[in-house]
């Protein structure tokens, strides 16, 4: 860590002032927010040394090309530590999560989000056709070697651990008659392997922190309409050459976002217009495109296995059903031009979960107003944090903010403008971050983590929306509740 923290300063030519960890998601690359009173990064540590080189080379390759990924700052001699551009909390997953949250859903402005997304998908895919993928890793394409461990994935970490039974070397033979067909699409592309919403960030417009312009303290925000945000797209360091049916499959089946079907094939649509795909072209792509869900899903039945089955995290568990409909979706309404029987005997339809104790970490975030007392811990373990807010900047001494809440738009936007408010928030992030990493290791159930200010109304809502937001996209192991004490007692 200390590598780290000097070469921020050689970048900056000033020590962070801020250290806060990140949640690291499935990887075992360490992310920090390194701030200054002048720079502010993402600063990773990384011992793979033959990934980091592959980031650093793709990196270098789209800036070049104009695409939007991280700028990267600076890199370590021994090439372990590196800097990076910071980007903000605002994943396009978390977003619908939020929507969905507040008894929204996947609108106008989610829908034209997503089209975006796969419009650069096509300007990334084609930019990157020309890499030098000697620096991919593990391997310089999406082969047949690819494709072959990840349905061995599959048949190791879920058909077995599921006790489903199957004749392994007709299953084998499935396999490779699979492989095959898929090897027919043009594999010249850039494939990014990881192409999901957790990977696309929102940053500017009205949707991340910060992103509103700066002015004086307590003045009334600007009411000018801000534009679509910028999407940028990060941990492409697995990309290698490759179909690209295969990311499109990966954005629009992620089992978590579980997009309807309708709204997959319209998404699918523009992404071919984009492309300027059709006619014969066009249902030869389709019938590939079809080949490429089917082996995404089996991959990712493999990882919920692994991850929930075999390491028993409750997550990957409760993810297990949602990709199992989209395998019954796809195998109902698109069957493949080749026959796989032992495959299709033993894909499961259905999955019962071995029983298990839930010993998921329960994550109480809440506001509430001092004036009406501290709040109770219903879980009866005591404890947790309760941070005062009353020392920020209060929207309610302005007379256009007082009928609204930290919930609505307005608020939301004064308090963004505030420096103060993100240095705490950020401080706040870190303490329960420490926290909830440790219960989670220990397997406790319950923390409680409350906001309390002069009302209830507006600094202390604010606080916690944010914070159990960001709990939700970097603790997915977590249940997080969300409460206002005192608007929902109204």
């Known amino acids: 860590m200390q590598a780290l923290l000097q070469l921020f300063e050689q970048w900056a030519g000033e020590p962070p002032a801020e250290n806060l960890a990140l949640g690291g998601g499935g990887s075992s690359r360490r992310y920090y927010r390194l701030v200054s009173s002048s720079h502010r990064c993402i600063g990773t540590i990384g011992d793979d040394l033959r990934e ?76 990157g056709a020309d890499l030098d993928f000697s620096v991919a890793y593990p391997r310089e394409a999406f082969d047949r070697q690819s494709i072959l461990w990840d349905l061995n994935y599959f048949k190791y970490y879920f058909l077995k651990l599921n006790h489903i039974s199957f ?81 499109v499959a990966s954005l629009l089946y992620s089992a978590k976002s579980d997009l309807p079907d309708p709204l997959r094939l319209d998404l699918l649509n523009h992404y071919l217009a984009v492309r300027g795909i059709k006619g014969e072209e066009k249902q030869q792509w389709l019938g590939h495109f079809w080949g490429y869900v089917l082996v995404r899903i089996l991959q990712t039945l493999g990882a919920y296995g692994y991850r929930g089955l075999y390491e028993r995290k409750p997550y990957f568990l409760e993810s297990i059903p949602l990709a199992i409909n989209n395998l019954r979706s796809l195998l109902e309404a698109h069957p493949l031009p080749i026959s796989l029987p032992e495959l299709t005997r033993s894909l499961p339809t259905t999955h019962q979960p071995p029983p298990t104790t839930d010993s998921r970490l329960n994550v109480s975030v809440l506001s509430f107003s001092y004036k009406q007392g501290l709040p109770d811990d219903p879980s009866g373990n005591g404890g947790g944090f309760i941070f005062d807010c009353r020392a920020l900047p209060n929207p309610g001494r302005y007379a256009e903010y007082k009928a609204i809440t930290g919930r609505d738009r307005p608020v939301i936007e004064f308090l963004q403008r505030e420096p103060a408010v993100e240095h705490f928030l950020g401080h706040a992030k870190a303490l329960v971050a420490q926290s909830v990493e440790k219960y989670l290791e220990r397997r406790f159930t319950s923390l409680q983590v409350a906001f309390g200010c002069t009302g209830g109304q507006h600094r202390s809502v604010y606080c916690a929306e944010q914070l159990a937001r960001w709990l939700a996209a970097t603790y997915p192991a977590c249940r997080i509740r969300l409460r206002h004490r005192e608007q929902d007692a109204g």
């Open 167 to 247: 004749d392994e070397q007709r299953l084998e033979d499935d396999f490779h008659r699979l492989a095959d067909f898929l090897l027919q699409a043009d594999c010249r592309y850039f494939l990014y392997r990881d192409f999901n919403p957790r990977n696309i960030m929102l940053v500017g417009g009205s949707h991340s922190v910060g992103a509103a312009a700066t002015q004086e303290s307590g003045c009334p925000p600007s009411t000018t309409h801000h534009p679509p945000p910028t999407l940028y797209y990060i941990d492409y360091q697995g990309g290698r050459r490759g179909a690209a049916q295969y990311d």
């Open 52 to 127: 980091n080189e592959a980031f650093f080379a793709y990196t270098r390759h789209f800036m070049a090309q104009g695409m939007a990924v991280p700028e990267l700052y600076a890199v370590s001699d021994d090439r372990t530590r590196y800097l990076q551009q910071d980007l903000g909390d605002q994943s396009l997953y978390g977003f619908l999560l939020d929507k969905r949250r507040q008894g929204g859903g996947f609108d106008a402005e989610m829908l034209g989000l997503y089209r975006k997304a796969l419009a650069d998908l096509a300007a990334l895919q084609q930019a």
